[in-house]
């Protein structure tokens, strides 16, 4: 199975546990396609075997991409390191849909600017849910909340690095399914070629 970029680059996620802000449940910033900046120090050398090494144990377990938490976790890492700071966009966005909803009482449709980015904000007609949206400090959506739950948005930059790992994962991958292949073949010709002397 391989990952579809088109699939990854919006998660939807329902709430977590994780507390709210103005009666609103917060994600699970735990999740493994919720990613949020987190700079390891870990070199894009490092990285790179990392991801062959962890292609090589899947092909040996018999897993692709997704089908392997190694492969989910080292993903996360990976593209986390170019996220933008998701967690503090949405908490702040929330306290300030909180601050403004203790000050009007009426609908209202209203951006608030952040010190990360910015929030959309519209209040549905009583009995429906609010919508809003979340966008970086280079103005991409990067999460909205709905009567659906919370969706995570993909940035440019995330599907760059995602895609940088898929193609570093799959060449390896393939590199280890035709070394296994070869492996096979020769302990094949050996074995004909013992039977020949014997016969």
Same mark, same amino acid.
């Given at each position: 199975?391989?990952?579809?970029?088109?699939?990854?680059?919006?998660?939807?996620?329902?709430m977590s546990g994780m507390g709210s802000i103005g009666g609103i449940s917060l994600?699970?910033?735990?999740?493994? #396609? @919720?990613?949020?900046?987190?700079? %390891?120090? @870990?070199?894009?050398?490092? $990285?790179?075997?990392?991801?062959?090494?962890?292609?090589? &144990?899947?092909?040996?377990?018999?897993?692709?991409?997704?089908?392997?938490?190694?492969? +989910?976790?080292?993903?996360? /890492?990976?593209?986390?390191?170019? %996220?933008?700071?998701?967690?503090?966009?949405? *908490?702040?966005?929330?306290?300030? @849909?909180?601050?403004?909803?203790?000050?009007?009482?009426?609908?209202?449709?209203?951006?608030? *600017?952040?010190?990360?980015?910015? @929030?959309? #904000? &519209?209040?549905?007609? %009583?009995?429906? /849910?609010? $919508?809003?949206?979340? #966008?970086?400090?280079?103005?991409?959506? +990067?999460?909205? $909340? %709905?009567?659906?739950?919370? *969706?995570? $948005?993909? *940035?440019?930059?995330?599907?760059a690095r995602q895609t940088n790992l898929c193609t570093i994962y799959n060449a390896?991958? /393939?590199e280890a399914e035709n070394g296994a292949v070869r492996a096979d073949n020769m302990?094949?010709?050996?074995?004909?070629?013992?039977?020949?002397?014997?016969?």
């Amino acid at each position: 199975m391989q990952i579809n970029l088109n699939s990854i680059s919006s998660q939807r996620h329902f709430m977590s546990g994780m507390g709210s802000i103005g009666g609103i449940s917060l994600p699970d910033f735990n999740g493994d #396609y @919720v990613y949020s900046k987190k700079k %390891s120090g @870990v070199s894009e050398g490092e $990285y790179r075997k990392q991801i062959m090494e962890q292609a090589y &144990q899947d092909y040996e377990n018999g897993k692709f991409q997704n089908q392997s938490d190694g492969f +989910v976790e080292l993903m996360k /890492r990976y593209t986390s390191e170019v %996220s933008p700071d998701r967690k503090g966009i949405i *908490t702040s966005g929330l306290k300030a @849909v909180a601050r403004n909803n203790q000050k009007m009482s009426k609908p209202i449709d209203f951006i608030a *600017t952040l010190l990360e980015g910015k @929030v959309k #904000y &519209q209040k549905q007609p %009583s009995g429906q /849910r609010d $919508y809003i949206e979340f #966008y970086d400090s280079n103005g991409e959506m +990067v999460a909205t $909340y %709905s009567n659906n739950g919370w *969706t995570m $948005y993909t *940035t440019n930059a995330e599907a760059a690095r995602q895609t940088n790992l898929c193609t570093i994962y799959n060449a390896a991958w /393939r590199e280890a399914e035709n070394g296994a292949v070869r492996a096979d073949n020769m302990e094949f010709e050996n074995m004909q070629s013992s039977f020949d002397i014997k016969a």
